[in-house]
């Protein structure tokens, strides 16, 4: 593989992530709204682009080998398996199973050591988005609490960990016409914590954050056994370990850090994907330094055109930038959609993207808690 971690190194929270402040703005205005309001100047935009090129389904065969090009319904270990030997080289090995209630923790954890994987491994579905169902798994006695709440004939992953902490989504845009890719949004996630004072319980804690307490639903449920205990005076506590926004992870704008050596390790790594053209890189990396470099870094997922600038979700940002990065995206999707059916490609239709995307969302519902 192509990347190691020192001993004293390893997976502190955060490390190797520029210092996160804050500051007098610890959430954006617009951050939280609910998904449906959000993004329904962004729907009436597709249907604008719809009209434009007279096709709504055009972004569906942006990446051709992938179904409904990654807008729904994709599975991760299916995008993953289209991966060359040089992608391979970056990508944390995971195994698939399908969960027939049969199958035990222990004898999950037995192939996982024969294929080199041991704990802690991450276990998360195959079929999901925006964190559902991530957990770290550090003991067979957790992954049968897992196991219990999965659902039946699904499938599921589990993941080496990565050796490194800190974590980011790449975006990745390729014109069907170019040669190279570019690297068009570098999210950094950071892992929201609290910090002890010795005096209040980790429940008065996250109330006192002034970001944590919009979230502490989430927090107060994951957190339930914990949630009346005094943490000691400095002990830093990780209130999440999924890198979605939606299970409350911090999201910076890393966009300064794009530079050559990065943009390029990433399109050689990307180009080793048959015929992808768009989409998010979920990686964990050692330092930002090196990240700049286009060195030491994993790669734990690839997302297709359902992708979005993640970038989007600083507290700095504003509410014109983020439909102004939205809007982009989508022409770019159209345009690349555009060039693809010049190619062939078949768009699916609208009624078969609506079948799968419902029900991926009463799939969703059956998962168990994320970390």
Partial sequence: MKFALKDSEKLAPNHGLPPLNLGSKPYSYFEFWPAWFFYIPVLLYWLVMSLRHRSFGLPLIVNPHIPLGGMVGESKAAILDMAGEHARTFMLPFLKFHYDGRISAESCLRLCEQAGLQLPLVVKPDLGCRGTGVRLISSEQQLQGYLKRFPLGREFLMQRLAPYSAEAGV???????????????????????????????????????????????????????????????????????????????????????????????????????????????????????????????????????????????????????????????????????RAMRARGYKVPSIGVMLQTWFRELRQAKDYPQSD
């Fill in 171 to 337: 975006f990745y845009v390729r014109d069907p016409e170019a040669s190279c890719g570019r690297v068009v949004s570098i999210t950094l996630k950071y892992q929201p914590l609290v910090v002890g004072d010795g005096e209040k319980s980790l429940r008065e804690l996250i109330e006192c954050d002034p970001r944590a307490r919009k979230l502490k639903q989430i927090y107060f449920e994951r957190q339930q056994s914990q949630l009346d205990k005094v943490p000691a005076k400095g002990e830093h506590i990780a209130l999440a370990f999924a890198g979605s926004h939606s299970r409350g992870s911090i999201f910076r704008n890393g966009n300064a850090y794009i530079t050559e050596q990065l943009e390029a390790a990433i399109d050689s790594v990307m180009q080793d994907f048959p015929d992808f053209h768009y989409g998010r890189l979920d990686i964990k990396f050692a330092n930002i330094e090196d990240l700049t470099r286009g060195q030491h870094f994993a790669l734990i997922e690839v997302n297709g055109v359902s992708s979005e600038a993640t970038h989007i979700w600083d507290s700095r940002a504003t509410l014109g930038e983020a439909f102004a990065t939205l809007f982009w995206q989508y022409r770019t999707l159209f345009s690349m959609g």
